[in-house]
T-cell receptor, first 116, second 112 residues
Framework: AQTVTQSQPEMSVQEAETVTLSCTYDTSESDYYLFWYKQPPSRQMILVIRQEAYKQQNATENRFSVNFQKAAKSFSLKISDSQLGDAAMYFC?????????????FGTGTRLKVLA | DAGITQSPRHKVTETGTPVTLRCHQTENHRYMYWYRQDPGHGLRLIHYSYGVKDTDKGEVSDGYSVSRSKTEDFLLTLESATSSQTSVYFCAIAGTSGYEQYFGPGTRLTVT
């Protein structure tokens, strides 16, 4: 069974600095999708970034980028120039598009604090 | 933003009472999901639907049932609420060709 692990329950970063959130996953599949979701205090789940496993190029969305290491089954999120609005829970998620069930598996989350 | 609403947004109920949470979407997406979120556990899948009247269990389905009689509505029922079902419940949707899920605003349920 696939699993997603976020080993950092909480992280802190100084405003304007860079922080990296870790995510590892376990799967025997070769084709899958990985996601990072942000959950601010408002509780709304917001998609931050998406990575297709068949793409070697790391996904980037403005200040957010990933380091996707397929062989190591690692999918870390880098936030550059951190802002106070980046403070949130961040969840890593996995989906296997060939499973036919469209199920997603989530990690337990990392709480990011941004210090002014 | 994806058109997903959840009702009610907050509910307090007593142990043993039935509770129904509603998820409504305007996106005509095929797949709908119910999750619960608890500290230290992330999001755990309760049930999901892959079409009208087509549903399946997730990892924490005990004590919950679902129904989907229309594409746009997915109901989650707690037949007899227990204190362990106190949680925040999220509905999510995904399209057939889509990759990511879109989430509703969540429902905070407290069982006393």
């Amino acid at each position: 069974a696939q699993t997603v692990t976020q080993s950092q329950p909480e992280m802190s970063v100084q405003e304007a600095e860079t922080v990296t959130l870790s995510c590892t996953y376990d799967t025997s599949e070769s084709d899958y999708y990985l996601f990072w979701y942000k959950q601010p205090p408002s509780r709304q789940m917001i998609l931050v970034i998406r990575q297709e496993a068949y793409k070697q190029q790391n996904a980037t969305e403005n200040r957010f980028s990933v380091n996707f290491q397929k062989a190591a089954k690692s999918f870390s999120l880098k936030i550059s120039d951190s802002q106070l609005g980046d403070a949130a829970m961040y969840f890593c998620a996995y989906r296997n598009p060939t499973s036919g069930t469209y199920k997603y598996i989530f990690g337990t989350g990392t709480r990011l604090k941004v210090l002014a | 933003d994806a058109g997903i609403t959840q009702s009610p947004r907050h509910k307090v109920t007593e142990t043993g009472t039935p509770v129904t949470l509603r998820c409504h979407q305007t996106e005509n997406h095929r797949y709908m999901y119910w999750y619960r979120q608890d500290p230290g556990h992330g999001l755990r899948l309760i049930h999901y639907s892959y079409g009208v009247k087509d549903t399946d269990k997730g990892e924490v389905s005990d004590g919950y049932s679902v129904s989907r009689s229309k594409t746009e509505d997915f109901l989650l029922t707690l037949e007899s609420a227990t204190s362990s079902q106190t949680s925040v419940y999220f509905c999510a949707i995904a399209g057939t060709s889509g990759y990511e899920q879109y989430f509703g605003p969540g429902t905070r349920l407290t069982v006393t």
